[in-house]
């Protein structure tokens, strides 16, 4: 099989294209025929030594992919040769076979791209994980309930919007610029605000009558520590999932006793394999409906051939990119 591996740390200078024996499934694993893998941030921060693969995961990146099973392994119930899916994996996406455990698929529904469905396992999952199993969400109904999610126009955040609408939640965006602002309520989001000349404090206190949110998705972290406390209502829900400006804050503890307030920091690869299945269990019951009405689509910016691996790398870290990037065997 073809795959990008990498030889060394750094940035996308060090991926390489190589040619690899084709895995063979084992247990309670398939081989998917890739026809796209999710480009993910923590895909960058593996190549920088920071975010390593669990112990036994293929070495090369790829934390999600879509495609048609090619092959089961002995145990497999409930996936066949020919089936549509995408999957969550361990790493090893960027190839043109992947392995993926049975209990981590998703079936790609006649309505989505088959391309395209590579761009949501990571997002939903994380989403749902989140939102629903740490913050308290409710999977259908959210009136009266809100929701903060910084980087709206990131590849998390394109997804929270749809899903959080299709939860029935008001949703409230940061994003950098007008475009980028405008294009995320397009998508549903009932505010946007533009962190780059407004104060998502303020905005949030006037657009919820001095209430504050109930919710705060996060991938900016140290950076904005302060200011999403202030911007939290009673009871309310900060779930940090990125360090993207710092990893060291300081903040008062006085207002998280006075308004009873709780701060979460999680992170999806880390988890064991039971919990991945038990989160891959929770969308596929209770948010993949969503994805087979259309109320949820995936954002794809660019689709690049497997090969411009680096090129891929190098708009993620731009930070321009407006949903997601696959790249395409």
């Known amino acids: 099989m073809r795959a990008i591996i990498t030889r060394g740390t750094g940035g996308p200078e060090v991926l390489r294209w190589a040619e690899l024996p084709d895995p063979v499934p084992g247990p309670s694993e398939v081989l998917i025929r890739v ?9 960058l921060l593996q190549l920088q030594g920071l975010h390593p693969p669990p112990p036994g995961a293929p070495h090369w990146p790829g934390l999600e992919v879509s495609g048609v099973i090619v092959a089961v392994g002995p145990g497999v119930d409930g996936a066949s040769v020919g089936d549509r899916v995408c999957s969550l994996l361990d790493g090893g996406g960027y190839a043109d076979l992947a392995l993926a455990p049975a209990q981590n698929l998703l079936p790609v529904p006649d309505g989505v791209d088959l391309v395209d469905a590579a761009g949501l396992p990571e997002a939903m999952c994380t989403l749902w994980s989140n939102l629903v199993a740490v913050a308290g969400l409710d999977p259908v109904g959210n009136e009266g309930r809100s929701a903060l999610v910084h980087g709206g126009s990131g590849g998390i955040g394109t997804t929270a919007i749809q899903l959080l609408k299709a939860m029935r939640a008001t949703v409230l965006v940061t994003a950098g610029g007008p475009d980028r602002v405008a294009r995320c309520v397009d998508l549903g989001a009932d505010v946007g ?14 657009s919820t009558g001095g209430r504050g949110v ?6 900016v972290g140290a950076a904005y520590l302060e200011r999403n406390v202030r911007a939290l209502a009673e009871h309310g ?3 940090v999932i990125g360090l993207q400006k710092g ?11 006075q308004r009873w307030l709780t701060i ?9 394999a039971s919990e991945k299945a038990a989160i891959i269990s929770a969308v596929r019951k209770d948010a993949w409906g969503f994805v087979e009405r259309g109320l949820v689509r995936p954002v794809i910016q660019a689709r690049l051939p497997l090969r411009e ?13 407006f949903g997601k990037v696959v ?3």
């Open 264 to 272: 979460h920091g999680t992170v999806l690869r880390r988890r064991t």
């Open 327 to 329: 790249l395409v065997p």
């Open 193 to 206: 605000i533009d962190h780059r000349s407004e104060d998502f404090v303020d905005v949030v206190r006037e």
């Open 309 to 321: 691996a680096a090129e891929a790398h190098r708009l993620m870290a731009s930070g321009e990119v």
């Open 247 to 257: 990893t060291t804050g300081t903040l008062d503890l006085g207002p998280v006793l």
């Open 35 to 43: 026809a796209a893998a999710g480009v993910n941030r923590a895909d």
């Open 237 to 239: 829900q900060l779930v």
């Open 214 to 219: 109930d919710v705060i998705l996060d991938v």
